[in-house]
């Protein structure tokens, strides 16, 4: 593994911090892949997608016949705070607080990553979790949302869990701790929504 890790910083032109950016992990960490530390799962997949990015030939030598506007390819994603994500006025936006990316294999080049830190509205089996999200996915009910409401200026964006009620056009959003009740909201209360379309433990570092 040390090995590997060398030879794919070596084909990436990369020192130790600017690998970890790709990987979303600590310059720390990579030195512990460099001494033979094994990588946990997810980082693993990173490193294989980057892998076979540096072997396979660039855009450019691909007809533009063949190319589309959206493929699954291994984006840097930005990383984000509840509270950072909160303060977007909606999900398309840049996202200039972001201080970490984080590789990840994506078609929507606006997906961005928010970190599930320990709090009152975290369950445990999720705290220190990431959750991807992708404002350009289908919702349906019952997926994990994450969701901003109007008139809590200042506030964390909130996890939930959807379901539509179609006759008023209005939803449930139901928290992932049960002693928190749901929120019922109309469609006017809802400043921005988009779907959560994995989560992952990941080493922050």
């Avoid at 990383?79 to 006025?89: E, I, K, P, R």
């Avoid at 939803?171 to 400043?191: D, K, S, W, Y």
Wanted: glycine content about 6%; hydrophobic content about 45%; proline content about 9%.
């Amino acid at each position: 593994m040390a090995e590997r890790v060398r030879n794919l910083r070596h084909r990436l032109r990369l020192g130790r911090p600017q690998l970890a950016v790709r990987l979303g992990v600590s310059r720390q960490y990579i030195t512990k892949l460099e001494a033979g530390a094994m990588p946990s799962k997810p980082v693993l997949l990173l490193m294989e997608h980057l892998e076979r990015a540096a072997l396979s030939p660039g855009p450019a030598s691909a007809p533009a016949a063949e190319r589309t506007p959206a493929q699954a390819v291994l984006r840097l994603i930005p990383l984000l705070s509840l509270n950072q994500a909160g303060a977007l006025v909606s999900p398309a936006t840049p996202k200039p607080a972001a201080v970490k990316h984080l590789a990840f294999v994506t078609e929507d080049v606006h997906s961005f990553a928010l970190r599930l830190e320990a709090g009152s509205e975290i369950p445990q089996d999720l705290e220190n979790s990431l959750a991807i999200v992708s404002p350009s996915a289908r919702l349906r009910n019952g997926d994990f949302v994450v969701v901003r409401l109007r008139g809590d200026a200042g506030g964390p964006a909130l996890l939930r869990v959807f379901h539509s009620q179609s006759a008023d056009q209005s939803a449930t959003l139901t928290a992932l701790r049960p002693e928190i009740p749901p929120m019922h909201v109309t469609r006017e209360q809802i400043r921005w929504m988009v779907p959560v379309v994995a989560t992952l433990r990941y080493p922050l570092g």
